[in-house]
């Protein structure tokens, strides 16, 4: 009788941990929940910002106005071009979700990012709106914006 009654102590304790348990959980799934909303809001905020941004921005100069002259976004200050080891970035793209497929979008959200784009500008030349997941993945393995 004895040996029932501490099993069914440990069992109780075991139920009690698990519930205590359970509880930490939800509490954890529902604050990733309200973050995702966060990062979501912020997303879109920045998305806006950054299209009356570009709205704002002039246009950019082309030196000679040929046929085969392709008229090229403005480039940053040299002081906030900082470039990136192309091997990070290519680590950073193989790991991002929902990146366009291999091409000339990829080809061309890779280049801006060795060139030291921020992520964010470079991943909005390629995507409509912005993946938030594809640009968090970026962005936290080769860091925000520089020289802002």
């Not at 102590?9 to 973050?35: F, N």
């Not at 806006?48 to 090229?72: F, H, K, M, N």
């Not at 990070?88 to 801006?112: F, K, N």
Request: aromatic fraction near 0%; glycine fraction near 4%; include cysteine.
């Amino acid at each position: 009788m004895a040996g029932l009654t501490e099993q069914e102590t440990a069992l109780q304790a075991r139920l009690t941990r698990s519930e205590e348990l359970a509880a930490q959980i939800a509490e954890q799934e529902s604050r990733s929940a309200e973050l995702a909303q966060q990062i979501a809001a912020q997303t879109a905020e920045l998305t806006a910002l950054t299209r009356v941004r570009d709205a704002a921005a002039p246009a950019p100069e082309v030196a000679d106005a040929g046929d085969d002259d392709i008229p090229q976004p403005p480039a940053a200050p040299e002081a906030a071009m900082v470039r990136r080891n192309p091997a990070q970035v290519d680590a950073a793209l193989a790991l991002a979700p929902a990146l366009p497929p291999a091409g000339e979008q990829r080809t061309r959200l890779r280049d801006m990012l060795i060139q030291g784009h921020c992520p964010t500008e470079a991943l909005a030349q390629v995507q409509d709106p912005i993946n938030r997941q594809t640009l968090l993945a970026l962005v936290s393995r080769l860091g925000g914006c520089r020289g802002s």
